[in-house]
């Protein structure tokens, strides 16, 4: 589903990420993990062209762009309605009620019809345990419920990949599960996801793949059970030593 071949991005001289090879395939959930720094939110923000990679080629689904050459803000457009992302913060439209910020990419950027905006949007909030909330405006929700209703506002464009970066940083410990329950069931639901999180548990528990980086660089990766139990790069025994 998603591959990146030869990923390059320098802001001004600092190379941030130095050629990441990576294959996600249909379906999986590979959690990221590294120390502050090493690349993590660069690499999502790549491959959804937040940020443009300074070389390389991204793929998703057949689709390919490659930053050996120039490429067409209409080219990136397209190109970026194939991922949904979600953020540490939630980003939620404070005038808009939970219903209308999951319509309002559907009917400003894809142009649908609202009756049937609405209905996905509904079932969406439903999916994400917010169905009594469809009028609650961002202020009266808590920073979980924030969150998930940024989780079906993702959804509502219908991605082919969720890219999540630390989406419950900055949540309060006790709220945090309700947002990797969502997680988990999208995860089970064969929704292709490439997570960064500090949560090691939801990796575990989560994760068809976790990946280590730092400098830059893929260290490590591999399942879970090899990852924490017995990963093979000194580097990754560091950091997995410091965390736990």
């Given at each position: 589903?998603?591959?990146?071949?030869?990923?390059?991005?320098?802001f001004?001289?600092?190379?941030?990420?130095?050629?990441?090879?990576?294959?996600?395939?249909?379906?999986?959930?590979?959690?990221?993990i590294?120390?502050?720094g090493s690349?993590?939110?660069?690499?999502?923000?790549?491959?959804?062209?937040l940020?443009?990679?300074?070389?390389?080629?991204?793929?998703?689904?057949?689709?390919?762009?490659?930053?050996?050459?120039?490429?067409?803000?209409?080219?990136?457009?397209?190109?970026?309605?194939?991922?949904?992302?979600v953020?540490?913060s939630?980003n939620?439209?404070?005038?808009?009620?939970?219903?209308?910020?999951?319509?309002?990419?559907?009917?400003?950027?894809?142009?649908?019809?609202?009756?049937?905006?609405?209905?996905r949007?509904?079932?969406?909030?439903?999916?994400?345990?917010?169905?009594?909330?469809?009028?609650?405006?961002?202020?009266?929700?808590?920073g979980?419920?924030?969150?998930?209703?940024?989780?079906?506002?993702?959804?509502?464009?219908?991605?082919?990949?969720?890219?999540?970066?630390?989406?419950?940083?900055?949540?309060?410990p006790e709220l945090?599960?309700?947002?990797l329950?969502?997680?988990?069931?999208?995860?089970?639901e064969?929704?292709?996801?490439?997570?960064?999180?500090?949560?090691?548990?939801?990796?575990e528990?989560?994760?068809?793949?976790?990946?280590f980086?730092d400098?830059?660089?893929?260290i490590?990766r591999?399942a879970?059970?090899q990852?924490?139990?017995?990963?093979?790069?000194?580097?990754?025994?560091q950091?997995l030593?410091?965390?736990?």
């Amino acid at each position: 589903m998603i591959t990146l071949k030869g990923l390059h991005k320098k802001f001004d001289e600092l190379e941030v990420l130095k050629g990441i090879d990576l294959q996600v395939e249909r379906g999986k959930v590979v959690v990221v993990i590294g120390p502050s720094g090493s690349g993590k939110t660069t690499l999502l923000r790549c491959i959804n062209v937040l940020e443009t990679p300074t070389a390389g080629e991204i793929s998703i689904d057949n689709q390919t762009l490659d930053f050996t050459e120039s490429v067409s803000k209409k080219a990136i457009s397209s190109f970026r309605r194939l991922t949904g992302m979600v953020f540490q913060s939630y980003n939620l439209f404070p005038h808009m009620t939970a219903l209308g910020n999951v319509m309002e990419g559907p009917l400003t950027v894809k142009g649908e019809s609202k009756d049937a905006v609405r209905k996905r949007a509904e079932e969406l909030l439903s999916k994400v345990g917010l169905g009594d909330k469809l009028d609650y405006y961002p202020f009266q929700l808590s920073g979980g419920q924030q969150q998930r209703v940024g989780i079906a506002r993702a959804l509502a464009m219908e991605p082919k990949v969720m890219l999540f970066d630390e989406p419950t940083s900055a949540l309060d410990p006790e709220l945090v599960g309700e947002v990797l329950k969502v997680m988990k069931n999208l995860a089970s639901e064969g929704m292709t996801m490439v997570v960064v999180t500090h949560e090691m548990r939801f990796a575990e528990e989560a994760a068809d793949e976790v990946i280590f980086m730092d400098g830059g660089h893929i260290i490590e990766r591999g399942a879970p059970g090899q990852i924490f139990t017995n990963p093979k790069e000194e580097r990754t025994k560091q950091f997995l030593n410091m965390i736990q």
